[in-house]
């Protein structure tokens, strides 16, 4: 196979977004976006080498798993092993058990299942994950495993059978990923299944090119052909470019949307040739170089990234992060230089030590993740003030308010009532489940039902379509959910007063998008449209309840400044840094804490409205910690202990009472 430096440049076009994207650059919301070109690189280079091999009769299975083990086995040992002592050292217990589960999921080529059953690609605390970027090698690895089997299998029918197996293939998958977008986003972002129509709009690249060098076109610097070569290059790599500023987390992905990025890929891979304008531009030395290193680039960032958040007083700035990315060029280098290519060299390692080493390595990362697994992340580890590391987590545990199993599905639960029959009625998503400790603290508390779904504000007639984690699929249960809740309210059987909360800002901004109990799909484009629709339906909630013959109240959610607070505080304990750092300016509130106080004030005229930034607000500062109380558990949910002292301070259950 030909060797071609407009690809190695096409590869730092890939990477270099995927950094910014990361470091948190609002210019790259589209960079990770940079893995699907990767996927079409990677299906265009296996392929065209299976080509190669298979017209000279001399493919193998074995040769085809040495060369990809000696690709990416030893640098991902290197940066795995590597973030061992960092993760001890600077990870909690929780986030070393979920560390070396993802050790294990690395070594066993299965850490987009690991990932896909854990946080979202997108959430703040996917940010403090070192492997998090190995779940797009898990389906590189699955891919691999697959495909050479498949075109064996196929090969018997002809050159032209398998590439139009290939189409109807990445046809069906390409199908899958937009149905999954909405059914299943989370699943369809990291498994192979949605993703390998990427990987197989690459493998037919490589058929293509490999047909057109058998039957030359055109020559010459003016013919027709190399001029529409040059303009379908350089409308490839526009689309690529502009995926990176017109693409966000908003958006469902991978779908079509991703045929922005895919198809650029595929007409820069067919066209952008040396004698292209985009094929001189890719293949200047600069692109060429960082291509070289970009493996190893893309391996060392997120390592570089998480344990710098994971270690700072402050949330890393642009000059950090910037110099986090000089750093991760300089070991990028190395490890190209002192491990990936020493491993690539047949005269330095022959495929039988190949195997031997990955084997060894796999068994290393298995033994080591087992380790921290079965211990638990090591809880008697100490922190800064001498307390154990589990003692400091434990103050942040998950606030699922009475029960872990009050959420999701609507079902009166014993666990889910503080006592009979039920005074109040906790109805909402996450951020009315961690009310429910305020609820029942202090003097005579009332009896309390919790009836609380994740992600769901309490409307009866709207539900938020949140992508990429929550699709439309979602959103009917959550209708649903809302529909339930209300006939059980208008039976009147208990439950005096309703108190309703929710952050709403999955309903709020300019990128909201609803589905109505009449099943259509809204998306306006519009902050104040979406306000307006959302402050309607609040209201018509809080009537059908007064006219059900109950009391409702919206509790506001807390105040956030877009940082994870509890994790700030978290450090603070762990590394003796003042939690004070943690408090934030009330004009630094984030822009939907904003509009959620916009929102309430909507309806504060006719309903009772009880603001908890009263409680925690004071003198222009909102503060972390209160009474050496942590207030917070992440962003914006309450701790438990943070719960209890909001409810007893602000008499919350007497309040609700006279309102």
């Known amino acids: 196979m030909q060797y071609r430096a407009e690809i190695d440049g096409l590869r730092a076009v890939a990477v270099l977004p995927v950094l910014l994207f990361h470091a948190g650059f609002p210019a790259f919301a589209g960079g990770f976006t940079g893995v699907d070109i990767f996927f079409v690189i990677s299906g265009y280079l296996i392929t065209s080498l299976i080509l190669a091999e298979m017209a000279e009769s001399r493919f193998s299975i074995v040769g085809f798993y040495d060369r990809r083990a000696r690709r990416i086995l030893p640098a991902l040992f290197t940066v795995a092993i590597s973030a061992i002592p960092f993760a001890y050292l600077w990870m909690t217990p929780r986030q070393l058990e979920d560390f070396s589960e993802s050790l294990m999921a690395v070594a066993l080529s299965g850490s987009n299942f690991l990932f896909w059953k854990e946080d979202g690609y997108f959430e703040l605390t996917a940010e403090l994950k070192p492997l998090l970027h190995t779940w797009s090698l898990g389906v590189e690895e699955q891919f691999y495993i697959l495909f050479p089997l498949l075109i064996l299998l196929l090969w018997r029918f002809g050159r032209g059978q398998v590439a139009a197996a290939l189409l109807l293939l990445g046809i069906a998958s390409f199908l899958l990923a937009e149905w999954m977008s909405n059914a299943a986003p989370s699943a369809n972002f990291y498994l192979l299944p949605s993703r390998a129509w990427e990987l197989f709009a690459g493998a037919l690249c490589a058929f293509y090119l490999a047909g057109r060098e058998r039957q030359p076109g055109p020559a010459g610097p003016e013919s027709r052909s190399r001029r529409l070569a040059n303009a379908l290059a350089l ?50 030395r600069p692109f060429v170089g960082i291509g070289l290193i970009s493996y190893s680039l893309y391996l060392w960032h997120q390592p570089l990234f998480a344990f710098a958040r994971l270690r700072s007083e402050e949330d890393p700035g642009p000059m950090l992060y910037l110099l986090l990315i000089a750093a991760a060029f300089l070991l990028a280098f190395l490890s190209w230089r002192y491990v990936e290519r020493p491993f690539r060299s047949r005269d330095r390692f022959n495929r039988k030590q190949i195997f031997t080493f990955s084997g060894v390595g796999i068994l290393l990362l298995i033994c080591l993740g087992a380790a921290g697994d079965i211990g638990k992340g090591f809880p008697n580890r100490l922190a800064a003030d001498g307390r154990t590391l589990a003692s400091l987590e434990e103050r942040l545990r998950p606030n699922n308010g009475l029960s872990s199993l009050c959420d999701h599905s609507f079902r009166i639960r014993p666990e889910c009532m503080s006592g009979q029959p039920p005074e109040v009625v906790l109805w909402g998503d996450s951020y009315a489940m961690h009310l429910a400790d305020a609820l029942t603290a202090g003097d005579n508390p009332p009896a309390l039902i919790q009836l609380t779904k994740s992600v769901c504000g309490p409307f009866i007639n709207l539900a ?18 809302n529909a339930e809740v209300m006939a059980w309210l208008r039976r009147g059987d208990s439950g005096r007063y309703v108190v309703l909360s929710s952050p709403f800002s999955q309903y709020l901004g300019e990128e909201a998008e609803f589905l109505t109990a009449d099943g259509r799909r809204v998306r306006t484009g519009s902050t104040p449209e979406n306000m307006a629709i959302v402050a309607k339906a609040l209201e018509e909630t809080l009537t059908e309840l007064t006219k059900a013959g109950h009391y409702p109240v919206v509790i506001g959610p807390p105040p956030r400044s877009g940082r994870n607070i509890g994790q700030c505080l978290l450090r603070a304990g762990m590394f003796g840094f003042d939690p004070a750092g943690c408090d934030f300016a009330m004009t630094g509130m984030e822009e939907k804490s904003r509009m959620a106080i916009t929102l309430l004030n909507r309806v504060a005229d006719k309903y009772p409205v009880i603001r908890l930034e009263d409680f925690i607000c004071a003198e222009g500062r909102c503060r972390a910690m209160k009474d050496g109380t942590f207030l917070y558990r992440d962003a914006g949910h309450l701790t438990h202990e943070g719960a209890r002292l909001i409810g007893r301070e602000m008499n919350l259950p007497a309040r609700i009472r006279e309102e």
Do not use: Q
């Open 464 to 481: 938020p379509i949140v992508l990429p984690l929550y699709g439309e699929k979602w959103a009917e249960d959550c209708l649903n959910f």
């Open 235 to 284: 409308l490839g790599l526009g689309m690529i470019l502009a995926g990176f500023w017109v693409i966000d987390k908003s958006v469902p992905f991978p779908s079509r949307h991703a045929l922005l990025p895919v198809v650029g890929t595929v007409l820069v891979i067919l066209f952008a040739r040396r004698d292209t304008i985009a094929g001189r531009l890719l293949a200047l």
